[in-house]
Every structure is written in C-alpha cells, then in structure tokens.
C-alpha cells in the first residue's frame, strides 16, 4: 500500500484534541471524538491491505496478526510496564488491586469490557485511572481479530456482495449506537457493537479506493477536504460530556475523517497543511502519545491533586518526549523483521503478557483484602501521635482499622464526605470525632456507623447530606472496600428490601497467610512506613489526618481565585453530571436516620459551597437548590435539626473560607455547627450541675 504523509497529519488531528480533552482544557470539550477518528483511519488501513494482498493472492492470517503484533504489542507492554511499579507506589491498595485487573483486562484485549463494567468514560473518578484509555485499543484489537476472518470468508462472493453484507452489519452497528446512546450510554462509547460502524466507515473508504476514484476537480477536492476539517473542528470545540454519543453525533468527526482521506491531497490546502514536517512528525509519534498521555496525566493527579495551567503543559511536553524517545527505541525497531525477528516477537510477546497476567491476577488478589494496605499501621500510629500523614490508603479501611484501636469516647459523631471533614474539636468543648470519607455515599454512612457504634456511644451524630446522596446516577461506588461492613450494618437497620438484595461483600479481611503474604508485607514497608505527624499544623506537600478525624489539607493545595474558577464547571458535574432521583437511595437514607435517631441525638449538615459557584448553581443547575429543599423537609418530617446551608452567605462565610468550590475551611464549618454544639454542651454542663 502506498504511504500517505496525509494520513499520518490526520492522527494528528486525531492525537491533540485527544490529550487535550484529557488534561482538561475546556476549549476541547469533545477532543475524545480524535478516538473516532482513529477508528476510521485504522478501519481505512487495514481494509486497504487485506484487500490489495487478497487481490494479489498474497494474504496470510499469521502475518496479518503478526504485523498487528509489531504495531500494538512492544510499546503498549512497556508503557503498562512503566505503570507498574507507580501504581505500586502511589496508590491506595484497594485502587490497586482495581488498577491490577485493569492490567489483566488490557493483557486479554478486554479492557473495554473492563471500564464499561467499571463506570462511564465521563465519571469523574476516570480521570484518575492509568489505563482507561486502552479500551479503544482493546475495541480495535476485537476488529483485528474478527475483521479479516470476514473478508476471507466472503471473498468467493466477490467484492459487491462483501460491501453488502459490510453495509448490513455498519447499519446494524450503527441503529444500536444510536440507541445506546439515550438508552445504554456507557456500554455504546466502550463496546465493539456500536462502535463498530466508525471502524466500517474507513473499510467503506478502502473499497472505494481500490476500486477505482472517479476523477474530481481540483475545487471539489480543496471543498471536501477543508469540509472533512471543520466537522471535525466542530465535534472537537461543540461537543461535551453531555453529547449522546456514540450515535448521530458521532457522524460529523467520522465523515469529517472520511473527507479527508478521499479528497485531501498534496494539492489541497488541507493536504499541503497535513503533509506539513511538525504535523507529519506529531502523526508519526501519535500512537506512542496516545500509550502515553492517560497513565501520565492521571498518576500527577493522583500524587498532586489539582495541576496548574503550567504543570499541564510540562506533563503534555513530557508526553511527546516520551512518545518520540518510545517511537525510536521501541516501535521502529520492533517493526524491523531483521532487528527483531518473528521468533524474538514472540518470545518477548509472551513474556510480556505472561508478567501482566502474573503481577495483575496477584497484585488484584492480594490487594482485594484491606490485609495488605498499610491502614493498620497507621490507625495505630494515629492513637501515637497528634496526627498522621495522609499516605496511600483506602480511607474506608483505614476508619475501620481505626475504630477497631479507638481508644476515644466521643460525644459527637461526624459522618459524611470531604465537604464535612474540617468539623474539628475546635467547633465544641464536646470531644468529637469526625469519621468522614471522600465522596461519602449512603453506603459510607451506613457501613461506618455500624462499625462506630458497635463501640461507641457518642450522644450527637452529624451527617453530611450532599446533594448526591439521592442520586441513582452518583456514581460514588469506593464504600464497596467495606462492603461487608455495609451488608452487615444495613441488616441491622432493617433497611434491606427485594429492591436492592444483599450480596456476597467482595472482600474478607480475615484470610490467613499464603503466597500472597510476601507480596503484602512488601508494599506494607515500601508504601506506608514513616506516617507519624509530629504536629498537627499544615504542611506543605502532605495532608494530615488529625487525632479527632478532621483534616489538614496541604497548603500546596489551596488554589488560586483563578484556578477555583476554572473548576467551577468540573464540580457543578461532581457526582451530578447526571441526575435521576432514587426512591430507593431516599428510603434507605430514612431507614438510617430512624434507627440512628432512635438512640441518638441527629442532624443533618448542609456544607456551602463557595459563593460564586452557588450563583452558578442557582442560575444553571437548580437540582442542587432542590436537594437542599429535599433534605429540609426530610429533616422536618422526622424532627431532625438541619445544619447550615448550601448558600454560603446564610452561614456567613465567604470567598476566603474555601479552599476550592466545594471544600469549606475550618472556619466556616465551625460557623455552620457551633451554636448547635454549644447548646448542647451547655445542656450537658446543667445536666452535671443537677
């Protein structure tokens, strides 16, 4: 097959917008349709050499997969490789053990079933996840696989027939793209059914091509080519999270693509700009930068948090060094037949694969048991210090190995998420503790206070009601490392109905010492050892968790005015891109708050937010002022005081009391409890007195 320098300048076109979208500029709010337009450049080439090598009788199986080999194979290997050890030292063990089956899913060419199966490709937990982006490799690798079976089995047809029975399955494909996309969005954008129609667009291109261009005008060409270029332009700049796709949308970044492989041309401008040395050169390196980008991007998040405008741009800058120096070293050579023969290819292939399998099958059931995580320890050293460094954990284990060493007696309770963590001791002369998680779910709730109350008897219980609570489409899945935990708290409440069975809790942290053990103890010693705070003042580069739960975050981590501004738009989606209120989540939240309020003294507390992206609330999505109405009248339909407000100025904090759009300081959250704590702790001192 002839080279075209101009399919390389549209992986380009493809790659940019792509890792821009990733890095979350918002300009490029639909730049992951350059996937599509990968779908079409590799259904156009592929098709294209199946059917000049059939024409010439030339075609093998095995050298058709063993050329897909050399192409997917040696940088992908090393680029899961590089986020091994990483991972080992970065993440929490339960996200490891997530991030370890992801592993297996990519070594079997699954991991598009994986991330469907694990939450939508807009979540805003994904941005946080290595390897997400190898679900459209694994799609790819499935067409690969049952794509030239089908042109040899349908080659004696002939040609007219094949496009036939190719139109058939694109229209197939594409009617269930369309409905998948109002109606089962997350299996649509992962799954090969319906996404296998963009594939077949490039194949409908390649068909075409062989058999013959009708010849077109200079001026019909430069027409279509730019056409192609501003439809795709437009998907890339017009489209959002909230577009259906994949489906009609998903039309205008595909055709777009197919212009430009039929019209542009050396002799068009949209040609001459493709065939350009810096877009050719960013094409070439494009699927290295693609391997690159996610793993890149999402471990800085996990490590820093909240990147900066300039840090972006370094990581997007170390993302192309790493594609170019991966290009040289790894693609040119293992495509090489004499640098790197047939069998070396698959010698080194199946070692690779076999270590994914091994680290990724181990690591996933080591990790699957709080047993290995670290939060032991540092539970314990909490009881030893006035603080401890916020290491890789799973804040769920860690509140339950904690609870399991408490050796306090706290008259208040604090539960819910990081919204409700800065309730400190500093907010009532009565002791407290706050036993917040990070986008708390009901399932958070319940689970953690049964474990609390199975040892304490605190006399106030403050819960956190965020606005998600209520909704099925949350996507707050983390209370499932203390899933046990869960069932079994939520058994006790009587809350349990057919609507939503109990099942079979995913971990048990009672397992004995196996050949996993070592594994364990060595992530134990490399990952969590010095977690001791002398101090409970804030620290530069580590958060700290104080001895009565609340948080010190990082002063690193305090945005600029500008920055909170920028992440207004993320945080008005956090957990609310999609909202259906659920019957369900509402009855077992009553359920809770009956059996905690039974023995218990109980309010609900509505943290702010800060005051300009209330306004936006207010002005563009009033679920949120809704849920506030929703959790007052709860409140008042079981005689439960509701603290504080959604609005910041009904507290009286303002922009100075946030450390970003959702987060309120200590100071404002004691202002949101104080008087209701210190009514009681004067109760409490008359009480005494009699």
Known sequence: MKYRAEIDGLRAVAILPVVLFHAGFETFSGGFVGVDVFFVISGYLITSIILSEK??????????????????????????????????????????????????????FASNVFFWLDGGYFAAANELKP??????????????????????????????????????????????????????????????????????????????SI????????????????????????????????????????????????????????????GRLLVSKPIVGIGLISYSAYLWHQPVLAFARIRYGHLT?????????????????????????????????????????????????????????????????????????????????????????????????????PA?????????????????????LNLGVSGASIEDDIAIAGLALKKLKPKIILIGADPWLLNAHAGQARWRSISHEYFTARAALGAADASRPPTQP??????????????????QRTNVAKVGADDDTPSILKAKIRRDGSRVPETASALTDEAMVRDFDALLDYSMHRYRFSPKLKHELEAFLDYVAAKHEVALVLSPYHPRLYDRMKAERPVFIAMERQFRALGASRQIKVLGSYDPTTVGCDDVDFYDGMHPNERCMKRVVRDYLATHARTDAQGEKL
């Open 131 to 208: 390897l997400l982006h190898t679900w459209s490799l694994a799609v790819e690798e499935q067409f690969y696989l049952l794509f030239p079976l089908f042109i040899m089995l349908a080659w004696k047809w002939g040609r007219r027939r094949m496009v036939v029975l190719l139109a058939i399955a694109a229209f197939a494909s594409f009617t269930a793209a369309q409905w998948g996309a109002h109606h089962g969005p997350v299996a649509a954008f992962f799954l090969l059914p319906t996404r296998g129609w963009e594939l077949a667009i490039g194949a409908f291109l390649a068909f075409y």
């Open 412 to 432: 208040v309770l604090v539960l819910g998420s990081s919204r409700i963590m800065q309730i400190g001791q500093t907010a009532s002369r009565l002791s407290l």
């Open 506 to 523: 995913e971990h048990s942290d009672d397992a004995k010492p196996d050949l996993l053990s070592p594994l364990g103890v060595l992530y």
């Open 55 to 108: 024409a010439a009788g030339t075609f093998s199986l095995i050298d058709f997969y063993e050329r897909r080999a050399r192409r997917i194979l040696p940088a992908l290997l090393l680029v899961v490789a590089v986020c091994i050890p990483v991972a080992w030292l970065w993440l929490p063990a339960y996200d490891l053990a997530r991030f370890s089956r992801s592993v297996v899913a990519v070594a079997f």
């Open 309 to 409: 405008e300039l840090v972006t741009f370094v990581l997007i800058a170390s993302v192309f060094i790493l594609a170019l120096v991966s290009r040289h070293l790894v693609e040119e050579p293992a495509r090489d037949r004499e640098r790197f023969p047939t069998r070396s290819l698959f010698r080194w292939s199946t070692v690779g694969t076999l270590v994914l399998l091994t680290f990724g099958s181990a690591s996933a059931l080591a990790f699957s048991s709080s047993r290995f995580g670290g939060e032991p320890q540092l539970a314990i050293a909490l009881t030893r210090h006035p603080a401890v460094f916020v290491s890789n954990m799973d804040e769920r284990r860690f509140i339950k190995h904690r609870l399991e060493v408490e050796t306090l007696d």
């Open 211 to 270: 058999g013959g261009q009708a010849a077109l005008g200079s001026t019909t060409r430069q027409v279509a080519s730019a056409l192609g270029l501003l439809m795709i332009a437009c998907a890339v700049f017009a489209y959002d999270k909230d577009t259906p796709f994949p489906g009609l949308s998903a039309l205008v970044p595909t055709l777009g693509a197919a212009l430009i492989i039929l019209f542009a041309t050396p002799s068009t401008l949209v």
